[in-house]
């Protein structure tokens, strides 16, 4: 199912960044985003990054968008910023009974890449998961990267679950096959005590400057997380 929509503002000016307004919610065109992922999977560079070894197709990822998003155990987001649609986000493989989901994302568009953007939408997912999701929020919160160390790419995916607390619990060696090679699978997790410690200095170091877990509820007790900015 998707998640309800969250919205935040980032900025790194030490890294020369401009404050950028973005949003995360259903699909606003479930035809522009279908058209999209489907040219994002079937980009080499992109699919490097993600478990599914084959590309897809326009008519499987407009069914996704249209049918397909029936899940119960997943949560998805579109990423739009400035109003662009450039990926999206998720909570995968909940399971309620045990307090636990995977984070996924996938930031589709290269311009936004090497950008905080892949970090800073984890963050604001990890608050609602931690917070909102089940009375309490999850216990904890696990994450994997396919890595080769002569893949710079993947390297910086598993930096940017590192960044956001999540720390290391295995390898598995050459577990998957992915476009003619082996890839190694790295598997990390951050629990919720770790990340109620963690969260201020994360908010911090990621330039979020406001986080709104539920826009337009000011008259009902919802302030943002972070505001200011």
Not at 32 to 51: E, Y
């Amino acid at each position: 199912m998707y998640g309800s929509p969250i919205v935040f503002r980032y900025a790194r000016p030490d890294k020369g960044q401009t404050e950028k307004g973005v949003e995360l919610c259903p699909p606003k065109d479930e035809a522009i985003c279908a058209q999209n992922a489907t040219a994002w999977i079937n980009d080499n560079r992109v699919r490097l990054f993600l478990s599914s070894p084959i590309p897809c197709s326009l008519s499987y990822e407009e069914r996704w968008y249209r049918d397909g998003n029936e899940t119960k155990d997943s949560i998805n987001w579109m990423i739009y910023v400035e109003g662009m649609h450039v990926g999206g986000v998720g909570l995968h493989q909940i399971e309620n009974e045990h307090g636990r989901a995977e984070l996924g994302i996938m930031i589709g568009d290269q311009s936004y890449w090497q950008k905080g953007l892949a970090q800073v939408a984890s963050v604001a997912v990890m608050e609602y998961a931690f917070e909102n999701i089940i009375p309490g929020g999850l216990h904890k919160l696990v994450g994997r990267v396919l890595v080769r160390e002569d893949n710079l790419g993947n390297v910086r995916s598993q930096g940017t679950l590192e960044k956001v607390g999540f720390k290391k619990v295995g390898i598995a060696v050459e577990h998957f096959w992915h476009q003619g090679r082996w890839y190694d699978q790295w598997s990390g997790q951050v629990l919720r005590a770790d990340w109620q410690k963690i969260r201020v200095g994360v908010f911090a170091s990621t330039g979020i400057t406001h986080l709104d877990l539920y826009p337009g509820c000011r008259d009902i007790g919802f302030p943002p997380v972070v505001d200011g900015g």
